[in-house]
């Protein structure tokens, strides 16, 4: 099993379209989460962590269940430029830094 | 906000050659840099651990006579790559956290170096 699995999608949405991407991760010690965004060439960037509360950043809300041991990403109200591949990222014991393989989102006008 | 600098953005060598690939964290101290390559459609796969002062920890599988890892100061450490090979063609990505944050704090990425061996 890996360590970080996410469905690779891709994920072609109309415009305005809400979507959501589920990630789950093995080791049951992992500290903290993340999503990244990363484009098409370029390097990944931040888009939000991800707390035990949940967090919500405008149309992105980040979702955290320590029990399934799963971390969610809800895209509300798609735009063009959502378009990307975005990676599930978990930190383990110490600073080791595990990514899943990302899911790619395309966003269709 | 902080800012990691990746020099060169893109290089093509021969086959047999090494090629040096720098790692910069331009406004913040990083006494821990992570390497990582990603081939097309893939997840990034981290290759090892820099530790300013200190040999790099090297993730399974990852030669480590094959990919020299040099972090001499806490803004800089370079990755290179030795007798590279067209199987080494690669895109390669470091990043950096801010030292003394842990494991919540923000990983920083470089624009990452884009590898082609003849």
């Known amino acids: 099993r890996k360590e970080v699995e996410q469905d690779p999608g891709p994920f072609n949405v109309p415009e305005g379209a809400t979507v959501a991407f589920n990630c789950t991760y093995s080791n049951s010690a992992s500290q903290s989460f993340f999503w990244y965004r990363q484009d098409c060439r370029k390097e990944p960037k931040l888009l939000m962590s991800v707390y035990s509360s949940g967090n919500e950043d405008g149309r992105f809300t980040a979702q955290l269940n320590r029990a399934s041991q799963y971390i969610s990403l809800l895209i509300r109200d798609s735009k063009l430029s959502d378009s990307a591949t975005y990676l599930c990222?978990?930190?383990?014991?110490?600073?080791?830094?595990?990514f899943g393989a990302g899911t790619r989102l395309f966003v269709k006008a | 906000g902080a800012v990691v600098s990746q020099h060169p953005s893109r290089v093509i060598c021969k086959s047999g050659t090494s090629v040096k690939i720098e790692c910069r964290s331009l406004d913040f101290q990083a006494t821990t840099m992570f390497w990582y390559r990603q081939f097309p459609k893939k997840s990034l796969m981290l290759m090892a651990t820099s530790n300013e002062g200190s040999k790099a920890t090297y993730e399974q599988g990852v030669e480590k006579d094959k990919f020299l890892i040099n972090h001499a100061s806490l803004t800089l450490s370079t990755l290179t790559v030795t007798s590279a090979h067209p199987e080494d063609s690669s895109f390669y990505i470091c990043?950096?956290?801010?030292?003394?944050?842990?494991?919540?704090?923000?990983?920083?990425f470089g624009e990452g170096s884009r590898l082609t061996v003849l």
């Open positions: 990043s950096a956290r801010a030292t003394g944050q842990g494991p919540t704090g923000e990983l920083f």
């Open positions: 990222v978990v930190n383990g014991g110490g600073f080791k830094t595990i």
